[in-house]
């Protein structure tokens, strides 16, 4: 059996380490694909694999045509909107994630981004600081949960709407649970984002919500690009000139965001959130034990197609 790590973004060299001693352990064989720059090196890749791990890769049907023994892909990672689940079923491809093994590291650098933002982009003009101010976390998942940890270490007043959370749960954390969307968008000088991208969320983020957020508001974005109406959110920012955005998943607009508003927005080039060691570790080994638990006693645990 043949498992393939296909990675545009690689994995730290101890993790693919770690990955590889699960993988030998069990008996099977790892294949490495990793910067690849071309889809046809993913399809020419995939042909012999039995079972992949990935990340933000795109897996559509196209890939999953090209991949004729593929059994199983573990995204390493929470968000599978990059994965054609209804293809991956059709061709009798399990799909699994590992949630909440990189949220630590999303969530620390959602944090970082919230100082950078305060700071003014570390500009050299006076900022502001993070304790005492009011936070919103936008669904309270894996990562808003250690969003929440954390901030409450800053001294920040924490807040979260989540549709499906119990509140109960969220207030345990010591958060305060709010009961709508625009709530929390009122109340909130910072609203960190940890929804998933799905048909319900695509462009949800839009010009009437942000627009409720008190003065001096941030956004700030470690969740998926496509949860945000682009026009609307340039619409805002050159209608607020108090208005600031930050994220690690670069817009689609991204030359028009940095020319018109460059001391208000930032991007990181490439999606960093959970590219730390140790969430490589934890996500990637996590991938692997559940490749062989499926592919040694058919263990589906993580399923989501
Ligand atoms: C996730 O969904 O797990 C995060 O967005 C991290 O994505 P990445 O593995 O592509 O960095």
Request: with cysteine.
């Amino acid at each position: 059996m043949k498992i393939l790590i296909a990675t545009d973004k690689p994995f730290a060299k101890v993790a693919v380490d770690g990955i590889r001693e699960v993988v030998e352990t069990a008996g099977y064989e790892l294949a490495l694909l990793e910067k690849y720059t071309e889809k046809e090196q993913l399809k020419a890749a995939v042909k012999e694999a039995d079972a992949l791990i990935v990340r933000s890769d795109i897996i559509d049907a196209e890939v999953l045509n090209a991949a004729s023994q593929l059994k199983i892909v573990v995204r390493a990672g929470a968000g599978y909107d990059n994965i054609d689940l209804v293809a991956a079923t059709a061709h009798d491809v399990c799909v699994m994630n590992t949630p909440g093994q990189n949220a630590n590291a999303v969530a620390e650098l959602a944090l970082g981004l919230m100082v950078y933002a305060v700071r003014n982009f570390y500009n050299g003009t006076s900022g502001t600081e993070l304790k005492g101010k009011r936070l919103g976390i936008h669904a309270y998942g894996n990562v808003g949960r250690q969003v929440a940890r954390i901030a409450k270490g800053f001294g920040m007043e924490v807040y979260a709407y989540d549709a499906y959370c119990p509140k109960t749960l969220i207030e345990n954390d010591g958060v305060i649970a709010l009961d709508s969307v625009e709530a929390l968008y009122k109340t909130c000088q910072i609203v960190s984002l940890h929804i998933p991208a799905t048909a319900e969320t695509k462009k949800s983020i839009n010009y009437a919500l942000l627009n409720l957020m008190p003065k001096g508001g941030i956004l700030v974005n470690t969740a998926r690009k496509e949860v945000i109406d682009e026009d609307e959110l340039i619409r805002l920012m050159a209608e607020r000139a108090d208005f600031k955005y930050v994220t690690d998943v670069m817009p689609v607009a991204h030359a028009t965001l940095a020319k018109e508003f460059d001391e208000r927005y930032f991007s990181t080039p490439k999606k960093m959130g959970a590219q730390t060691a140790e969430a490589n570790i934890n996500a990637g080994i996590a991938a692997a034990n559940q490749i062989v638990a499926f592919l040694r006693d058919g263990i589906e645990s993580y399923k989501v197609n």
